[in-house]
């Protein structure tokens, strides 16, 4: 597993990625940020910072649920990688979407994203991710990745999801805040730019909300699980289009 947490107004940020028995890896992500000395800790560093810390801790086999042995299996006997729940079809196969060769499926809910904005405009961002199924180990996606799975600054704080070798070449999260800070682009507008011109094949989508207030979502894939509340009451999710 692996979470990364940015607060915007004072760019500081915590990152962890490789641990396997931390029970809610973006607490101790946070804890990077705000009791070590570091931005970043990985693998079994992380895992010692987590002891030192007393973060809830889980015995490996908590992660492991049937569900998951199940697609794991199926990816493995299709050779895919994936990033859902839904199982490859023969109209997959048909025209299949790529990823480093091998066939992968479409939508993501494996993710937690989450970006939030105060009364006065100081703007956060957070994403946790088990990764994608199937995926070498080793692999470190987007969501580790400070500018691309998740960013906040002064303009605003976005989290992302998919496929993660697309969001680290595109440098997503990031590159929402580049073009409101430097073509002076509104939240949903900076958010369609991204995802449209950024993303070459890859299948990805973000939540993203502006030191204005305002929030925002886009992405390139069927769908993406995503809701938003407000101080005002709104409440809201959706999936489609
Ligand atoms: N972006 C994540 C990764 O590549 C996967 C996801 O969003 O479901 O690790």
């Excluded at 029970?23 to 002891?51: D, T, W």
């Excluded at 199924?133 to 580790?144: E, Y």
């Excluded at 906040?152 to 073009?179: D, K, M």
Aim: net charge negative; glycine share 12%.
């Amino acid at each position: 597993m692996e979470a990364s947490i940015m607060d915007g107004t004072k760019r500081r940020c915590g990152v962890v990625s490789g641990v396997s028995t931390v029970k809610n890896p973006i607490s101790l992500a946070r804890l990077v940020m705000e009791k070590s000395p570091h931005s970043y800790l990985g693998f079994s560093g992380a895992e010692e910072f987590a002891r030192e810390q007393g973060v809830e801790i889980e015995e490996n086999e908590y992660f492991i649920t049937p569900d998951n042995v199940g697609m794991l299996k199926l990816a493995k006997e299709s050779n895919t990688i994936m990033f859902d729940y839904r199982i490859p079809t023969a109209e997959n196969e048909k025209s299949p979407l790529k990823m480093n060769g091998l066939p992968m499926s479409a939508y993501a809910p494996e993710t937690v994203g989450c970006v939030v904005v105060d009364s006065e405009g100081r703007c956060a961002a957070a994403t946790s991710t088990g990764g994608l199924m199937n995926k070498m180990s080793g692999r470190i996606g987007d969501s580790s990745i400070i500018g691309a799975g998740t960013y906040a600054c002064e303009v605003c704080g976005v989290s992302c999801t998919g496929e993660g070798e697309a969001i680290i070449r595109g440098t997503l999260a990031r590159e929402v805040a580049a073009v409101m800070e430097y073509k002076g682009f509104g939240l949903q507008e900076a958010v369609d730019f991204v995802i449209k011109h950024r993303l070459d094949e890859g299948q990805a989508g973000l939540i993203a909300v502006s030191s204005k207030g305002e929030v925002a979502y886009g992405y390139n894939c069927n769908g993406m699980f995503r809701g938003v509340a407000t101080q005002d009451g709104l409440k809201e999710v959706g999936i489609w289009k």
